[in-house]
């Protein structure tokens, strides 16, 4: 349905801006058809105004059809120059309108994918914690629903962090520290953390020691998170998640591989844009608010790094983060 209204408003605006740009190109072919005719009537009068018995009449005759083809000539000029100035207004007003309409709609989709995000961890959390209010459950169940609420709530505030830090990096009203980071200790750190989280997916991790970068340990925590978390998200439950540190010539680099369908070549870069996420609130089946990856390229980039997504083999995504 999103994706539906936005090609119905894309289709739309398209159909009135061809109408609107070929009546202001016939409106300039008719102006230089109107004048032509108007030169060459006053060129006609002129020409037969003159006197055929003077002396002068051929310098004369040759005067007015120079001065006729000196207009057309003007005309041409003046049509050419507008012309030019009606094509390049015509092609900003086309892709500027464009992009509003995408923004549109990925706006209209974040807010749809934020409904869900934010509901469903409310929903599962009030749920568990009524359950074990209202019935008398043994420990072990009570530790499974307590566990579950917790989950949820760890995720809600992911998603609140996320959306905070986003607006605060975009407004660049956000001060982050400078300290020197153990990448090892931090990587060893996430991953702990996501293999509690999440003990029955199988996450493996490879770091190279005495490894350091200077900036901020909690947004290059939180730049990790976001790409395993992704991983997890989109890979095969039963599929194995990657995270590698290493050295590679001058670079630092921590990579996330995943096994799951990967990344097209089309979209390997619109996949860092605010609010991008393939496909339609209606179609797609992985969770998210298309802020993760373009939070995460924001603080690696912040970080003097880079970050790039890769084909893995021999299926899934390799996403590189690169100081």
Do not use: C
């Not at 408003?9 to 004048?35: C, E, H, P, Q, V």
């Not at 309108?97 to 409310?122: D, G």
């Amino acid at each position: 349905m999103a994706y539906t209204n936005k090609v119905f408003r894309f289709g739309n605006f398209s159909f009135w801006f061809w109408i609107l740009f070929i009546y202001i190109l016939a409106a300039l072919i008719w102006w230089f058809i109107s004048l032509e005719r108007q030169s060459g009537d006053m060129s006609s009068l002129k020409l037969q105004l003159l006197n055929k018995n003077d002396p002068q009449y051929f310098a004369q005759q040759r005067e007015v059809l120079q001065f006729k083809t000196r207009q057309s000539a003007k005309f041409i000029g003046e049509g050419l120059t507008f012309l030019a100035l009606i094509v390049t207004g015509a092609v900003f007003v086309y892709r500027s309108i464009r992009k509003q309409i995408e923004v549109s709609s990925l706006q209209q989709n974040f807010m749809m994918a934020i409904t869900h995000e934010l509901k469903t961890p409310i929903a599962t959390t009030r749920l568990s914690l009524e359950t074990v209010l209202r019935r008398k459950l043994d420990e072990v169940q009570q530790q499974k629903l307590l566990l579950s609420a917790l989950s949820e709530t760890n995720r809600l505030n992911i998603l609140t962090n996320n959306i905070l830090l986003a607006s605060q990096m975009e407004e660049k009203n956000f001060q982050r520290e400078n300290e020197q980071i153990n990448l090892a200790d931090m990587v060893e750190t996430v991953v702990s953390d996501y293999k509690n989280r999440f003990p029955q997916r199988r996450i493996e991790a490879s770091a190279d020691k005495d490894l350091y970068i200077d900036g901020d340990e909690l947004l290059v925590q939180i730049a990790l998170s976001n790409l395993i978390d992704n991983a997890l998200k989109y890979a095969p439950k039963e599929s194995p998640v990657y995270v590698d540190l290493m050295e590679d010539n001058d670079y630092t680099q921590i990579k996330v591989s995943d096994e799951g369908p990967g990344v097209p070549d089309e979209e390997k870069q619109k996949i860092f844009q605010k609010f991008y996420r393939s496909g339609s609130e209606y179609t797609r089946k992985a969770k998210g608010t298309g802020l993760g990856l373009y939070l995460t390229k924001k603080i690696i980039e912040d970080h003097n790094g880079d970050i790039f997504v890769m084909n893995n083999t021999p299926r899934g995504s390799i996403f590189v983060i690169q100081f």
